[in-house]
């Protein structure tokens, strides 16, 4: 694995795709892959919950899942800018100054995310702005200005 620096001749952006484009590289499989990884990881903790509602939740299956779903995604992303199938694949999140998540973008991210998850129009415009624009950027990502990129390295 080569050794990526984030260096940007604009302090407040994201890094160019034209002359850094390696942060970019395979972006949209990781973030594919790094969704099936989260998925299985929300399906277990919703699983792990039902027994401590008295099996009530299969129920309400789906909305425990939708929940614990964005809790997990606020909660991963804030703390470390990315889920943790995102960690396993090697990419972040960052602002449009190029910084990592705080709890606030964390909330606005997750919240289009859910919102483009529920509306499938919404969600296949999302995936084909990620395979098509010069930094990957889907739905939610081009209304806040943010962006995946392949984690820079810490040297």
């Known amino acids: 694995m080569t050794h990526m620096s984030y260096h940007n001749d604009d302090?407040?952006?994201?890094?160019?795709?034209d002359t850094q484009s390696a942060f970019y590289d395979s972006v949209p499989t990781k973030r594919l892959f790094a969704f099936v990884v989260d998925l299985i990881i929300t399906t277990i903790i919703?699983?792990?919950i039902v027994p401590f509602t008295a099996f009530t939740a299969i129920f309400f299956f789906p909305l425990l899942f939708a929940v614990v779903g964005f809790a997990y995604r606020v909660v991963t992303i804030s703390n470390a800018s990315a889920t943790l199938g995102m960690r396993l694949m090697g990419i972040e999140?960052?602002?449009s100054r190029g910084e990592r998540f705080d709890f606030g973008m964390a909330l606005l991210?997750?919240?289009?995310f859910t919102i483009a998850f529920g509306v499938f129009i919404a969600q296949v415009v999302s995936v084909v702005l990620m395979l098509t624009t010069a930094r990957a950027q889907?739905?939610?990502d081009l209304i806040l200005g943010t962006a995946a990129i392949n984690r820079p390295?810490?040297?």
């Open 109 to 112: 991210h997750t919240t289009l």
């Open 46 to 48: 919703a699983a792990l």
């Open 138 to 140: 889907g739905l939610g």
């Open 153 to 155: 390295s810490r040297f």
């Open 93 to 95: 999140f960052r602002d």
């Open 11 to 17: 302090p407040w952006g994201l890094p160019d795709p």
